[in-house]
């Protein structure tokens, strides 16, 4: 089956400056795969400085990788050139966390939406190109009469974000990277942007990469997940037995941070608690050890991801009971 993108064991180390010899691993060795003929959404999750955005921005070729590669349709993102560069900067579009810096204040909705058509040359006429701005702006759920020939600040924030996808998706893209899409958004809305998401996976045939610490929205907009913890994947497989049955420390205090629907139960109230995060460097062993309650001293050397089901894996010594897997092969836990 032909691949959409390939993550191949792909590192990310930044320099503390020019002066200085320490560095930090912004991602540590991840890899995973998409299909071209099996449009999904696959949610990477973790808290600030996990290594999400570096991800996004590694997959969109704004950073070059330390070691590792990231394939798009069998060729180095980083050695395209000519048509296959253009295509790729058309297939794969993304829309970030913030709906109101993407926006010149001084140009209309109809200047967004233009730009993209004529860069590509999608359209041979005004008029051609007036369609595709309607058809992508009712395809996220907006009236083109309530927002073209308006200015930004003349819209909320929600309808802002809609907009951006409706950018996105006017390009028919195959891959769309949503970093925080709702974030900023008001909660009323924010279930409108994830429906959108959703239809543009299943009625468009694009898949999506969802980057977000919020476990609640991942749940009911993915279906995989993959948990990040300083740049290290901690936990792997399908959203619904990760955030039911969370098996690596980390996964469940992130799943513990969640506001439960019962009075009765306060936030934190779990059986593991986080050590306080000290200063010591054990980047050679697991990221989380200093402030896993669990850390053994075998931590202090690289865990391998353990298969616990076929849908699931983690990155955690209590469970060396069972299989490892090569990080290569993670994606084979995350279902389309």
Same mark, same amino acid.
């Given at each position: 089956?032909?691949?959409? @993108?390939?993550?191949?064991?792909? %590192?990310?180390?930044?320099?503390?400056?020019?002066?200085?010899?320490?560095?930090?691993?912004?991602?540590?060795?991840?890899?995973?795969?998409?299909?071209?003929?099996? *449009?999904?959404?696959?949610?990477?999750?973790?808290?600030?400085?996990?290594?999400?955005?570096?991800?996004?921005?590694?997959?969109?070729?704004?950073?070059?990788?330390?070691?590792?590669?990231?394939?798009?349709?069998?060729?180095?993102?980083?050695?395209?050139?000519?048509?296959?560069?253009?295509?790729?900067?058309? /297939?794969?579009?993304?829309?970030?966390?913030?709906?109101?810096?993407? =926006?010149?204040?001084?140009?209309?909705?109809?200047?967004?939406?233009?730009? *993209?058509?004529?860069? =590509?040359?999608?359209?041979?006429?005004?008029?051609?190109?007036?369609?595709?701005?309607?058809? $992508?702006?009712?395809?996220?759920?907006?009236?083109?009469?309530?927002?073209?020939?308006? =200015?930004?600040?003349?819209?909320?924030?929600?309808?802002?974000?809609?907009?951006?996808? $409706?950018?996105?998706?006017? @390009?028919?893209?195959? #891959?769309?990277? !949503?970093?925080? *899409?709702?974030?900023?958004?008001?909660?009323?809305?924010?279930?409108?942007?994830?429906?959108?998401?959703?239809?543009?996976?299943?009625? =468009?045939?694009?898949?999506?990469?969802?980057? %977000?610490?919020?476990?609640?929205? !991942?749940?009911?907009?993915?279906?995989?997940?993959?948990?990040?913890?300083?740049?290290?994947?901690?936990?792997?497989?399908?959203?619904?037995?990760?955030?039911?049955?969370?098996?690596?420390?980390?996964?469940?205090?992130?799943?513990?941070?969640?506001?439960?629907?019962?009075?009765?139960?306060?936030?934190?109230?779990?059986?593991?608690?986080?050590?306080?995060?000290?200063?010591?460097?054990?980047?050679?062993?697991?990221?989380?050890?200093?402030?896993?309650?669990?850390?053994?001293?075998?931590?202090?050397?690289?865990?391998? #991801?353990?298969? #616990?089901? *076929?849908?699931?894996?983690?990155?955690?010594?209590?469970?060396?009971?069972?299989?490892?897997?090569?990080? /290569?092969?993670?994606?084979?836990?995350?279902?389309?």
């Amino acid at each position: 089956m032909p691949h959409l @993108l390939e993550f191949k064991n792909v %590192t990310k180390v930044f320099s503390r400056g020019l002066l200085s010899r320490t560095s930090t691993t912004a991602l540590n060795n991840v890899s995973f795969t998409l299909n071209e003929n099996e *449009p999904t959404i696959v949610t990477v999750a973790g808290e600030s400085g996990s290594g999400k955005t570096t991800l996004a921005m590694l997959l969109l070729g704004f950073l070059t990788p330390s070691s590792g590669r990231i394939l798009y349709q069998g060729q180095d993102i980083h050695q395209l050139r000519g048509d296959d560069r253009m295509a790729f900067r058309r /297939e794969v579009q993304a829309v970030f966390q913030d709906p109101f810096a993407v =926006f010149n204040p001084f140009y209309t909705v109809d200047h967004l939406l233009s730009v *993209p058509i004529d860069r =590509f040359k999608l359209a041979k006429t005004k008029a051609q190109a007036r369609n595709k701005m309607e058809e $992508a702006l009712n395809a996220v759920g907006l009236r083109p009469e309530d927002v073209l020939g308006r =200015f930004p600040h003349q819209l909320s924030g929600g309808q802002r974000q809609r907009i951006n996808v $409706a950018r996105a998706l006017v @390009l028919k893209p195959k #891959l769309l990277v !949503a970093d925080e *899409p709702v974030s900023m958004v008001d909660a009323s809305l924010r279930a409108n942007i994830l429906e959108t998401l959703r239809d543009m996976q299943r009625d =468009f045939g694009v898949s999506i990469l969802y980057i %977000t610490h919020d476990l609640t929205t !991942a749940y009911h907009v993915a279906k995989s997940i993959i948990v990040l913890y300083r740049g290290s994947v901690m936990e792997a497989g399908d959203v619904d037995s990760v955030i039911k049955r969370p098996q690596h420390p980390y996964t469940r205090l992130l799943i513990d941070s969640i506001p439960w629907p019962d009075i009765n139960r306060r936030w934190g109230e779990t059986e593991i608690k986080a050590k306080e995060m000290d200063l010591a460097d054990h980047s050679a062993g697991c990221r989380f050890y200093a402030r896993c309650p669990f850390a053994m001293e075998k931590c202090k050397i690289q865990p391998p #991801l353990f298969r #616990l089901q *076929p849908t699931q894996a983690a990155l955690c010594y209590l469970h060396e009971q069972y299989p490892q897997i090569a990080p /290569e092969k993670l994606t084979e836990l995350l279902p389309v």
